[in-house]
């Protein structure tokens, strides 16, 4: 396979780490080169986060040659070929050279081989499907370089060969464009993506998921799920996705506030739908408990953060929901009726957190036992204190509450 350029040496590849896995794969004369993302946005000058080998060695071979190192190796995937090898902190994923000989859904049953190109055909995206040798020199036998300077996000081979293999490729379309692409989008890989879009429930929902969620935070997704809405494909996983025309408002906000990107809310934005939408959509997405909470309380209390609240009313909202949540709202509700919520937004930024001065054994100190009246009174004062702002203090709270016990005496 012919060397297509060469790029810069980068940190990640002269790392004692990078180097000592490289030795140790090379040390009886086997080829072992960069592959994907690591190359991909290596080429682009952007941070590389997972570094990804591959090797003509097989799976056995790679564990022989890492332990003779002195280092770890897991068989984290050893019938697709694949050892994890471990140097100082640092995880490299070590992948046999393959070919597919049957594909089903996410699954294929595979066999290893020394060809670099039979290797490459099997991947996805022509971006991915670059390997890279420690001194920087690039191989592209698909043709990724050009297209990955160009943003074009386009499959290697047959788009709809591509998706039959793995349905959850036509998802990794639309996120590598929101992340990589420029321009117009490739119309035949659109039209696949299309054409197989019905099968998307069919998904584990843990890497549909996935998916979405990494293409939620892109810096600017919103014309890529705009995209999805328009070709059919986003109804398929989120009918209650009727607003994905709001997205773009609340990335621009986010990006006017210099506040940070969200997936959970930014997926909120584009939803219709209350705290049962968000239990239907978490038992379809599998998201975890805490961003089902998080969507489940955006969705209940949309449209509560008025422009037109009094700042008390504000401070009691902030109270109420918490400072996270309540950012979330104000954005939300901005994009939604479009009035502005600078005032709310400045008083999220002024709040200083407060607490409610009693607690439980001031209650059972004028004699109420342990039980649920103690939460009773607690909330009765708390309310009250909230009505008046948080300006009584405690001794004013105690006396309160001694008269609401006396008076259920």
Known sequence: MESAEKIAPQDWMSSPDTRAVMAALSADGAVARFVGGCVRDAVLGRKVKDVDIATTETPDVVTGLLERAGLRAIPTGIAHGTVTAIAGATHFEI???RHDVETFGRHARVAFTDNWRADAERRDFTMNALFCDLD???????????????????FVGDARARIQEDVLRLLRFFRFFAWYGKGAPDEVALAACAEFAPRLPDLSAERVWAEMSRLLLAPDPASVVELMAGKGVLGHLLPEARFPDRLAGLVRLETELDHPADGIRRLAVILEGDRDSAMGITDRLRLSRRECGRLGDILANRGQAGS????????????????????????????????????????????????????????MALGIPKGPEIGVHLREIETWWIGEDFRPGRDACLARLERSVERDA
């Open 308 to 363: 037109a609240m009094e700042p008390r009313d504000q401070r009691a909202m902030i109270y109420r929901l918490g400072i996270d949540l309540f950012r979330d709202l104000v954005l939300i509700d901005w994009v939604d009726d479009g009035d502005d919520r600078s005032a709310l937004w400045q008083s999220a930024k002024d709040w200083n957190p407060i607490s409610f001065p009693l607690k439980g054994a001031d209650v």
């Open 136 to 154: 920087g020199t690039l191989y592209d036998p698909a043709g990724g370089v050009c297209d990955l300077r160009a943003g074009r996000v386009r």
């Open 95 to 97: 992948t046999t050279l």
